[in-house]
Every structure is written in C-alpha cells, then in structure tokens.
C-alpha cells in the first residue's frame, strides 16, 4: 500500500507535469533568445527555480492573451511544481521487481476511488467499491478455471471489468468487454485499461446506449457479466413501439417502465449471456417487489428459471446514496429449480460514515452462495413454487427470517419481581404511616 500511494503521488505529478509540458514548460533562466533553457530540476531548491510556460504566438491573438495569462500566475505555479518536482526526486520506490502488485493500475484506481468517494452522488456512476466489485466477481468465477470473455454493460471506469483479472487459476480466454453512455467515464475506462497493463487487443470498449445502440451484439455470448448499471433511470420504453420485437427484450412480453429501466439492463445482459455463463447485476431493492411491467418480466425470469439468487447487501456501501442494494445472479444452466436467498446486510465494518465488506465478509457471503442450503437468519434456498406463492416477489426478507435481537423476558419471573415490589412497597408504606402518626402525636402535644 505505501508503494501504490508514492506512486499515486508520483502519478498526479506527472499529469500535471505533463499537461504543462504540452504547451512547452521550460525551467531555469531566460536566455539571450528570449526562451529559457532547461535546467535539471533536483538540483535546485524550490525558491530557486523558475518556471514558465512558453506558447507559440505568431499570429495567433488567442494565444497571446493566454499566454498572459499563464504568466501572471507564474510564481504561484513555481512554487507548487517545483516541489512536486522534488518531492518525487527524493521517493524511494525501492525496486520494483520486489513487488507484485499492479503498481500503476492500482495507483489509478486509488486516485479514482479517493476522487468517487469525495464526488458525492456522481461519484457512484462511474465507479463501484472495490469490495463490491470483488463480490461480484467471485461469484461469477465460483466454480470455474476458465471463461470465454468478460462483459459489462454500464461499464463506467472499468473497475468491474478489472476485478475478473485479478483471480489467479482462471484463465480469461478472450479479454473484456464493456459499454458506456458518459465520453468522460468511457475515457476514464480505457485509461485503466492501459495502466492495468491490459494490451489493445484484448479489451473493447464502446461508448453508447446500451439499450438503444449495444454493441458487440458480435461478440456475444459471454460466460461472465458483471454490472452495475444506474438505479431506475427513465428511458424511452414503449414510448417506441419496434423496442418490443428487439430480442433482447421480446422474451419477457413486455418493456420495463419509462420510469424504471432496471430491467432493461437485466433482460439485455441476460440475452448476452452463454448458456454456462453466470451475471451477477447490482439492482434497486424496488425492483423486486414493484408491480405492472416489472412482476410480469419478474415472472418471466422466475418461471424459466433464471433467477439464480438474489443477495441483500448492507446500506451505505456505495458512493452518494445510503440505499442497501441487492445482487440478483442470473444463470441460464441451473441443475435445480431452486433460487438462494441470502440476507447479508450485516456483513460489513463501519469505516467512517460509510460500510464496508471485509475480506472475510466476501468469503462468508461467497460461502453460502457455493453451499446453497439454508442457514438460519441467512439463507433459504427456496423453490419456484414457493416464489409464486409470494406472488413472484423476490426481496430477500420474504423469505429470511430476521433475527429477533430485542431481549427476551421470562413472564413467570417478571410478575414474581413486581409482586415482591408490591411487598416491599407495602412495608415501607406502614413504616412510614407509623411515622407521621409519631409526628403528629408530638404535634398535639405542643
């Protein structure tokens, strides 16, 4: 950890270095020719160095008023550049052959994470906890040594993409995949893609929408889907007629709300899914109770048996919302009829103002997902039958019983304690009519 935070520092240098020296940074001194010569920067002192930035003018008025502008802020740049500068003059990386880590990768997602944590509401569409993450490819890998490709289809920065890379014994034959609607997050997903060191050939990345313009309808089937598309958006629903015949959504007999596309997202990863391929979709709670359009696809899903478990997770995990949201894990080849229900809302550590899923969170979830059997308070594997007994409704508290934490009290000791009361107020109600008796007879006496 203390590496990938010195690269991080030395990473955010560099981009900003960097950015200065697109538009020429020069240091040291003017020379005779109006331009400074570049000096080695470690050798001087921070009040000791100038720094400045030279853009070409010629004919260019736009320039020129901005190269001004620049030099009017030179001194406060100085400062600040030539210390970083400096400062990772003097880190000590150590050697890098020692480590195993994903150095730059991490450093970048480091930054990511840090900035999405600080960005609110916003920071939750493009970047999904690292734990989370973890979660979710786990349970797509469990039970497999080898996968065909990778997909997302609301990729946001690629951290999703990028857990499935980081399982050693699961062999991912064809690279990852991925879509996403925002220029800035689609940028931010290829960027990772490099600095995790995953080679051009093998990641496609796609910008667009998802429900109205997929791609790589080609490259389908995928044995694994991981998502984590935006909670009930609006989209154009039935607003367009021909979305109907689409096949990705046909299936179910009808669109999801215009209200509500969270079953869009599901019913496409769905039809992007091999037929021994697991996905594993971050999902609103509401969506698993909600009537109309959303039962009936609900139907669709539990009837044909796709619904392979649905897992409470606890509130407060992600970036700019408290909700607790729940993991709904499709499979196309199931060997039962049966669907997992898994109550993990208590399976997390407070680490400020938000939760977290530890280490030995992920194991004990991944656990009972493997096992598939009921634990009490935890699990209840239960069968289509009993499903359409609940109406097709598939939150996990309908079928988990919740532990009843409030103190037990034995009715048999609490009336003997309050008759005991009753007695020992009973004595003390004689003992103190004896005394203001002794009172008032003094009183007459006087």
């Known amino acids: 950890m203390k590496l990938v935070k010195k690269l991080t520092f030395a990473f955010v240098a560099t981009l900003a270095v ?49 190269n001004n502008a ?18 990772i003059s003097e ?28 960005a609110g509401k ?5 970047f999904t906890p690292q734990t989370v993450s973890r979660l979710l490819a786990r349970i797509v890998v469990d039970g497999k040594d080898k ?27 064809e690279g990852y995949y991925g879509q996403e609607i925002n220029m800035t997050n689609y940028n931010l997903a290829r960027m990772n893609m490099f600095l995790h060191n995953v080679n051009y050939n093998d990641f496609s990345i796609k910008r667009g929408d998802t429900l109205l313009n997929p791609f790589h309808g080609e490259e389908r089937p995928f044995d694994a889907i991981v ?6 958006i609006k989209w154009i629903g039935d607003a367009d007629p021909t979305l109907i015949n689409d096949e990705r959504f046909a299936p179910a007999g009808k669109l999801a709300p215009k209200s509500y596309a969270d079953y869009a997202f599901i019913m496409h990863s769905l039809s992007y899914l091999s037929s021994k391929g697991r996905a594993a979709i971050v999902c609103f709670p509401g969506i698993f109770y909600r009537k109309g359009a959303e039962k009936t696809i609900r139907k669709y899903l539990v009837d044909n048996n796709f619904v392979d478990c649905i897992i409470q997770l606890p509130s407060n995990l992600f970036f700019g ?19 997992l229900f898994i109550d993990a809302s208590q399976k997390c550590i407070k680490v400020t103002n938000n939760n977290r899923l530890t280490e030995d969170n992920i194991n004990e979830i991944v656990n009972i997902f493997t096992e598939r059997k009921d634990v009490q308070y935890t699990a209840k594997l239960a069968s289509i039958e009993e499903i359409q007994e609940n109406d097709y409704n598939l939150s996990v508290s309908t079928y988990v019983e919740k532990e009843d934490t409030r103190e037990k009290i034995d009715i048999k000791v609490l009336n003997q304690q309050i008759a005991e009361i009753v007695e020992r107020e009973n004595k003390l109600r004689l003992e103190i009519d004896k005394i203001i008796l002794e009172i008032e007879g003094d009183h007459e006496w006087y």
């Open 122 to 126: 916003s920071g939750g569409e493009f």
């Open 18 to 66: 960097s950015t200065l020296t697109a538009c020429s940074l020069y240091t040291g001194i003017p020379g005779r020719d109006g331009k400074e010569k570049v000096e080695e920067v470690t050798h001087k002192k921070p009040n000791e160095l100038n720094i400045g930035v030279s853009i070409s003018t010629t004919n260019n008025p736009y320039f020129v008023s901005m």
């Open 321 to 339: 919302t408290s909700i607790a949201t729940c993991i709904m894990v499709l499979k196309k080849n199931k060997k039962d009829n049966t669907t």
């Open 91 to 118: 880190l000590n990386f150590g050697n890098f052959e020692d480590n195993h880590i994903d150095a730059f990768g991490d450093a970048y997602e480091y930054l990511i994470s840090n900035y999405a944590s600080n």
């Open 147 to 173: 996968i065909n490709k990778v997909y997302d289809p609301t990729c946001g920065s690629g951290s999703l993409l990028l857990q499935m890379r980081k399982f050693e014994g699961v062999e991912i034959e």
């Open 227 to 232: 998502s984590n598309p935006p909670y009930s």
């Open 70 to 87: 620049i030099k009017s802020m030179a001194k406060e740049k100085n400062t600040k550049l030539t210390s970083i500068l400096v400062g």
